[in-house]
């Protein structure tokens, strides 16, 4: 690509020279890219890129070789004209150059610190949400066997509630219960002493 639009160049800048009166700037491009399509068929496809490097100081117009200068009889020397497209990318100044290695490697420095950084804020926030995950397990783990403890404590209480109940019920004399209810007395009782073991003759 470079050495296309090295080319095409100098052909735009040999035809501006040479432009007829009332010649336009379109129709000396138009002129370039008929000269540059006889060399290559394909055509000059770079025109954005060289309008770009056109403006850079090394690609100003100067006398072609053998050109008259105004006012003189005497042809001017040639020219050594570098044609060479500038790196766009290059910075011509050494310093320029080593203060940007040094902005790179700050950057590429600050990029690692940054990211440690990140790293670690990372690793505290996932330790803590472990810490606060580990803490709620254990609350609930506490809660659970505290529930239990409270329902063991409940069903002891209404065991002792119905025990009582039932010693109550199975000792209370039933000489002076009416015959009807009698029976029902009795059952109960005997439900009561089968329950727990005890012994009973009636």
């Known amino acids: 690509m470079h050495s296309k639009i090295n080319f095409f160049n100098g052909l735009y800048q040999q035809a501006d020279r040479t432009r007829a009166s009332g010649c336009q700037d379109l129709d000396v491009m138009k002129i370039a890219l008929k000269e540059f399509k006889a060399r290559f068929p394909s055509g000059f496809q770079h025109i954005e890129a060289w309008e770009v490097v056109r403006k850079h100081e090394k690609w100003a117009q100067v006398p072609l070789m053998g050109e008259e200068g105004e006012g003189s009889a005497h042809k001017r020397k040639p020219v050594d ?106 059952a109960r009782k005997r439900e009561i002493a089968n329950k727990y073991g005890w012994p009973c003759d009636f």
Do not use: C, W
């Not at 320029?96 to 290695?101: F, K, N, P, Y």
């Not at 940054?114 to 790293?119: G, K, P, R, S, V």
């Not at 069903?155 to 025990?163: G, H, I, P, V, W």
């Open 81 to 186: 004209v570098d044609f060479s497209i500038p790196d766009m990318n290059e910075d011509p100044s050494p310093q320029r150059a080593q203060r940007r290695d040094k902005r790179q490697a700050t950057s590429s420095e600050g990029s690692s610190a940054e990211l440690a950084a990140q790293f670690k804020v990372y690793t505290a926030m996932k330790e803590a949400k472990q810490a606060v995950e580990l803490e709620a397990i254990e609350l609930r783990k506490k809660r659970e066997s505290e529930a239990r403890e409270l329902i063991s404590v409940q069903l002891e209480t209404m065991k002792n509630y119905n025990y009582d109940r039932d010693m109550k019920t199975f000792l209370k004399p039933h000489d002076d219960v009416p015959p009807s209810m009698l029976p029902i007395i009795l």
